[in-house]
């Protein structure tokens, strides 16, 4: 159900663009972004740092969009933030031993002791990869292919990129996690 709901203001925005413009559904995709916060926070009084960014991110190139009056600034969004995301796990994780993908999911997964660390390890690289790879294909589709096309990939082709890694992810990890008949 989480997932349905982050993916709300994504959906929003592709509805807005099919019944209007690129501008429009900028516009409907901030709105449902602040909505979405605010929801969030009467519903459990915090938000996450994600949503921080991903709220600064919509409002930063959402604004730049629709004062210039220009799409490039929404089409360099996801690549930003899909950036921003890898420079981060592979920063924190290079240079402050910090893994955020194991201070994401450590509490939901119980890996092997003797494989742990570098299990965890390769999950944040593996993470890092794909957001860079994920900010690659947004600009490449972004810039080489119409304003249609890419606003069906940011739904469609992003969404199904992201569940294909997860679930790979999660063929993987089952190998190395503690299950308790063991």
Not at 77 to 84: D, E, G, S
Not at 162 to 173: A, D, N, P, S, T
């Amino acid at each position: 159900m989480k997932f349905l709901f982050d993916l709300f203001p994504i959906i929003l925005f592709f509805v807005a663009f099919k019944l209007g413009d690129i501008y429009t559904a900028t516009i409907v995709a901030m709105v449902a972004t602040i909505g979405q916060i605010l929801w969030v926070y009467y519903r459990h009084r915090k938000i996450d740092a994600m949503q921080w960014i991903s709220l600064v991110m919509i409002v930063v190139f959402g604004s730049l969009t629709i004062f210039l009056h220009d799409k490039t600034f929404i089409q360099l969004k996801p690549t930003a933030l899909y950036w921003l995301f890898s420079g981060a796990l592979f920063i924190s994780a290079q240079f402050f031993q910090k893994n955020w993908i194991q201070v994401l999911m450590g509490k939901q997964v119980t890996l092997k002791a003797a494989s742990a660390h570098s299990v965890w390890r390769s999950l944040n690289v593996a993470w890092a990869i794909f957001f860079f790879f994920m900010g690659a294909l947004n600009l490449y589709v972004a810039f080489e292919y119409s304003e249609e096309t890419w606003v069906n990939f940011k739904l469609f082709g992003s969404t199904g990129l992201l569940l294909f890694f997860v679930i790979l992810q999660g063929v993987w990890l089952s190998k190395h996690m503690e299950h308790p008949s063991e």
